[in-house]
């Protein structure tokens, strides 16, 4: 459906769920819903600026990083497995 012809059904159908309390309250939650989805993320700002952070050091080889195979090798040396 093109826009046009999906905006006109929408006007078309809201003045109907205007009439109807109940389709009203159900319209209000799904509005309710999309703009929550719009709000600020739960995560602080302050989370991503250390992510963005050690993502940089990684990218620029700041950081130490270890393959998977390392990692194991050095599990098995240290504990066994």
Do not use: C
Not at 3 to 26: A, H, N, Q, V
Not at 29 to 46: Q, W, Y
Not at 58 to 64: F, K, T, V
């Amino acid at each position: 459906m093109k826009t046009k012809e999906l905006r006109r059904k929408l006007i078309k159908d809201f003045g109907k769920f205007i009439e109807d309390d109940s389709k009203l309250e159900i319209l209000e939650s799904v509005f309710n819903a999309i703009n929550d989805d719009e709000k600020k993320s739960n995560v602080p700002d302050s989370h991503y600026d250390v992510v963005e952070e050690e993502r940089e050091k990684y990218i620029s080889g700041a950081n130490q990083t270890s393959s998977w195979e390392e990692v194991e090798q050095r599990l098995n040396a240290k504990y066994g497995f």
